[in-house]
T-cell receptor, first 114, second 113 residues
Framework: EPEVTQTPSHQVTQMGQEVILRCVPISNHLYFYWYRQILGQKVEFLVSFYNNEISEKSEIFDDQFSVERPDGSNFTLKIRSTKLEDSAMYFC????????????FGPGTRLTVT | GDSVTQMEGPVTLSEEAFLTINCTYTATGYPSLFWYVQYPGEGLQLLLKATKADDKGSNKGFEATYRKETTSFHLEKGSVQVSDSAVYFCALNRGFGNEKLTFGTGTRLTIIP
């Protein structure tokens, strides 16, 4: 069964550093999302992406965050200057399209900012 | 805005017990409703869904019915197993496949033999 993959599984970085989290969506999916889950808290929406542009973003997704599909397959989330409060599990999700309702989630990348 | 309220956890049950995890929602229009499950060390997996009022979603012995009159989508299972131990998230979106998901806080379920 096709699945969403994410790399790395765990990233440790120092405050102020840039990080790039990578996701490989299911091949025929058209909609892409990033969510995050701070330890012990709810899963929060960050951004959705379709047709090479952002469809919607939350207030969490400020100028420090960006997303892109650099090569038409990978879907990346960049945090330009990490803060301690960015420490969380980041999940990529993908969806086939408007007529199907299921978002398929990757296993997540645990980001630890020290 | 949209929101999901879930039963506080953690919940501990004995094997073969009956499970209910309550979920209520606030949303305009006609949202679609979901239960996701997160097993230890893994990502979220869709457990079941319902896209309109009175629909019943079911999977792996779990069921939930979309009740518009009570804005609820409670998760039930008649006889839980140790392998059901996980965190369960209730979620909604605005009814189209490309819409973001809004999650509840999650309920940690532990089943003891």
């Amino acid at each position: 069964e096709p699945e969403v993959t994410q790399t790395p599984s765990h990233q440790v970085t120092q405050m102020g550093q840039e990080v790039i989290l990578r996701c490989v969506p299911i091949s025929n999916h058209l909609y892409f999302y990033w969510y995050r889950q701070i330890l012990g808290q709810k899963v929060e929406f960050l951004v959705s992406f379709y047709n090479n542009e952002i469809s919607e973003k939350s207030e969490i997704f400020d100028d420090q965050f960006s997303v892109e599909r650099p090569d038409g397959s990978n879907f990346t989330l960049k945090i330009r200057s990490t803060k301690l409060e960015d420490s969380a599990m980041y999940f990529c999700a993908t969806s086939l399209g408007v007529t199907t309702y299921e978002q398929y989630f990757g296993p997540g990348t645990r980001l630890t900012v020290t | 805005g949209d929101s999901v309220t879930q039963m506080e956890g953690p919940v501990t049950l004995s094997e073969e017990a009956f499970l209910t995890i309550n979920c209520t929602y606030t949303a305009t229009g006609y949202p679609s409703l979901f239960w996701y499950v997160q097993y230890p060390g893994e990502g979220l997996q869709l457990l079941l869904k319902a896209t309109k009022a009175d629909d019943k979603g079911s999977n792996k012995g779990f069921e939930a019915t979309y009740r518009k009159e009570t804005t609820s989508f409670h998760l039930e299972k008649g006889s839980v197993q140790v392998s059901d131990s996980a965190v369960y998230f209730c979620a909604l979106n605005r009814g189209f496949g490309n819409e973001k998901l809004t999650f509840g806080t999650g309920t940690r379920l532990t089943i003891i033999p």
